[in-house]
């Protein structure tokens, strides 16, 4: 299922619902979401500044949609920095909830004992994939975690800055 068709599916549209603002719900739905049109063969972004949270675990947070992650994770007023990676990476599918969650409980219950979501990486690895694709209807979308980094290559870096090791 391509991404900007996810945000249509009527668990995601509760979640967004459910969130309540709907000036931002109508946001999303003209800039903010990922949409594969914009997309380019083995070439990942990562958005460098902005209001962005990490919530699943410690990892390399890319999404495919360039325009898409601006919007969303340089939200701060400023115009941020945008990394651009290339590679082949192995993910697996976790952009319907009841895989996530299924997904998660099981990676809790082989690494019990890990904190930060740490568990979700273990498990990931020990599944032989080198990250999760999955869907926040209330960040870009589609987005994707590499928990496997060696798996992408920096390419390219962009900023609004003078100072390149902000970046960094």
């Known amino acids: 299922m391509k991404a900007e068709e996810l945000i249509n599916l009527p668990e995601n ?33 990562h958005a460098s500044f902005g209001c962005g949270e990490i919530g699943v675990g410690k990892g ?3 999404g495919k949609d360039k325009t898409a992650l601006d919007n969303f994770y340089n939200c701060d007023g400023e115009k ?21 969650e299924k997904f998660e409980n099981e990676a809790k219950i082989k690494f019990p004992n890990l904190k930060c979501n740490e568990h979700l990486n273990n498990y990931c690895i020990s599944l032989g994939f080198d ?4 869907f926040d209807p209330i960040a870009t979308g589609e987005e994707f975690v590499l928990y496997n980094t060696n798996k992408v290559k920096l390419i390219k870096i962009e900023q609004n800055t003078e100072n390149l090791s902000d970046l960094l």
Do not use: Q, S
């Open 13 to 45: 549209i509760e979640r967004l619902n459910n969130y309540g603002d709907e000036y931002l719900i109508k946001c999303k739905m003209e800039k903010d979401i990922a949409n594969t049109k914009n997309y380019k063969k083995h070439i990942f972004y």
């Open 80 to 100: 941020g920095g945008m990394k651009t990676y290339k590679g082949n990476p192995k993910f697996i599918d976790l952009v319907l909830y009841k895989d996530y």
């Open 131 to 134: 990250g999760i694709r999955y």
């Open 60 to 62: 390399l947070y890319l």
